[in-house]
């Protein structure tokens, strides 16, 4: 897996660290949750999961799902109701009075690019769909879980976005990507 490392985005540079430290959301030395999150998963449920997921028949489909072509034409065709094109999990396309806006383009082809066996999509050529989007006015990225940013995917976008608006904490695995630092803003 060529690009593996580079899945991982930019380290956290001790300035960096200083930085998230000063966001109102920074407490007892990690980000806190506006809202309450249970996280109830045992380390004793831990094998039972692996063991499911393994397993279980009927988890994929017997054939590729197809996906349907992208029509960049009725897409950017001007209506006064917005456009969305749902391609999965969050990816969400959309055209939004003129501006074109992606949300967390995860199109990549390994779905699970930590996990101890390669888990690919459902559908092939997925990143294929990115050379017929058109310029992308603005990406917005929600978190850096591998399943909501994808290098390959920013690899192919970076070259057509003029914006990206992310969560704090990405834009590191932004630059590392080669995405230009001053296209990129920050939200805590």
């Known amino acids: 897996m060529k690009n593996f490392q580079l899945q991982f985005g930019g380290k956290i540079t001790n300035k ?12 007892k030395g990690a980000f806190q949750n506006l809202e309450k999150t249970e996280m109830d998963m045992s380390l004793g449920k831990i094998p039972a999961v692996i063991y499911k997921q ?6 994929k489909p017997k054939t590729n ?7 960049k034409a009725a897409f950017l065709t001007p209506t006064e109701k917005a456009k969305f094109v749902w391609y999965g999990h969050s990816v969400v396309l959309m055209n939004l009075n003129g501006k074109t806006i992606l949300i967390d383009p995860m199109l990549g082809s390994d779905t699970t690019p930590i996990a101890p066996f390669d888990n690919k999509r459902f559908s092939k050529s997925s990143l294929d769909l990115i050379d017929d989007f058109p310029e992308i006015d603005l990406i917005l990225l929600t978190h850096d879980h591998y399943d909501h940013l994808d290098y390959d995917s920013i690899q192919k976008l970076k070259h057509k976005t003029k914006k990206y608006f992310v969560a704090l904490g990405l834009k590191r695995h932004l630059v590392r990507w080669g995405v230009d630092a001053e296209l990129i803003k920050e939200f805590d």
Not at 16 to 27: D, P, T, V
Not at 65 to 71: K, S
């Open 16 to 27: 960096l660290q200083h930085q998230y430290k000063q966001s109102e959301n920074w407490k």
């Open 54 to 59: 393994l397993t279980k028949k009927g988890q």
């Open 65 to 71: 799902l197809p996906i349907i072509p992208f029509d």
